[in-house]
């Protein structure tokens, strides 16, 4: 089962590169919540539900980390701030100097309660509105996490690194995911047991 739903998973994802979500990200900057918002889901890989459930107390801005904790929901038209989706989706991302920067600035203006207090609902219509005023193909905002691993494997970071910034379960889940998207590596282990023989058999 696992299997299937990661070659599903595969098959329906759509990823951003560095350069199309530096295309789309101007298209929302006239509002500092989606502005903010969207470097965050495209820059730390965190969930939609984890993004929203942020307080500024989940920040050390002189540590530069993160504090995943939580997760916002909304049921039956009320917000709910739930346990995170597994245990191990509780965890700490680093944050670059932009990003810490970014967020302190908008966090000052916000310092009481969520960062982020509106809904998926309104993540949805902020990214048809960018993709439309900037020509970049439409995703979805989970694929905005797919686009953060996508960076990081192209980056060269082993898959358990990955496995701990994205808070998956397992580095089996990691794996099953985005294995597509790990380069066949088989032809350079071939060449450098050649280089190796050929020294050793001098």
């Given at each position: 089962?696992?299997?299937?739903?990661?070659?599903?998973?595969?098959?329906?994802?759509?990823?951003?590169?560095?350069?199309?979500?530096?295309?789309?990200?101007?298209?929302?900057?006239?509002?500092?919540?989606?502005?903010?918002?969207?470097?965050?889901?495209?820059?730390?890989?965190?969930?939609?539900?984890?993004?929203?459930?942020?307080?500024?107390?989940?920040?050390?801005?002189?540590?530069?980390?993160?504090?995943?904790?939580?997760?916002?929901?909304?049921?039956?038209?009320?917000?709910?701030?739930?346990?995170?989706?597994?245990?191990?989706?509780?965890?700490?991302?680093?944050?670059?100097?932009?990003?810490?920067?970014?967020?302190?600035?908008?966090?000052?203006?916000?310092?009481?309660?969520?960062?982020?207090?509106?809904?998926?609902?309104?993540?949805?219509?902020?990214?048809?509105?960018?993709?439309?005023?900037?020509?970049?193909?439409?995703?979805?905002?989970?694929?905005?996490?797919?686009?953060?691993?996508?960076?990081?494997?192209?980056?060269?970071?082993?898959?358990?690194?990955?496995?701990?910034?994205?808070?998956?379960?397992?580095?089996?889940?990691?794996?099953?995911?985005?294995?597509?998207?790990y380069p066949n590596k088989q032809s350079e282990v071939?060449?450098?047991?050649?280089?190796?023989?050929?020294?050793?058999?001098?």
């Amino acid at each position: 089962m696992a299997g299937t739903i990661g070659k599903t998973q595969a098959e329906e994802m759509h990823i951003w590169t560095p350069e199309e979500f530096a295309q789309f990200a101007p298209a929302i900057r006239n509002k500092p919540c989606s502005w903010v918002a969207f470097h965050l889901l495209f820059w730390t890989g965190i969930r939609s539900g984890e993004l929203l459930a942020l307080t500024r107390e989940d920040f050390d801005f002189e540590a530069k980390t993160l504090s995943i904790t939580k997760n916002y929901a909304r049921q039956n038209q009320k917000d709910l701030i739930l346990s995170p989706k597994t245990p191990k989706s509780k965890r700490m991302v680093t944050l670059p100097d932009f990003l810490v920067d970014m967020v302190r600035e908008y966090a000052d203006e916000h310092p009481e309660g969520r960062l982020f207090p509106q809904t998926k609902h309104y993540l949805y219509h902020e990214m048809q509105r960018g993709c439309k005023n900037s020509g970049v193909q439409r995703i979805r905002i989970h694929d905005l996490r797919h686009s953060h691993a996508s960076f990081l494997i192209e980056k060269g970071f082993s898959p358990l690194l990955i496995a701990e910034r994205l808070g998956h379960e397992n580095i089996q889940t990691t794996l099953q995911i985005y294995s597509h998207l790990y380069p066949n590596k088989q032809s350079e282990v071939a060449c450098k047991i050649q280089d190796f023989y050929q020294a050793f058999s001098r």
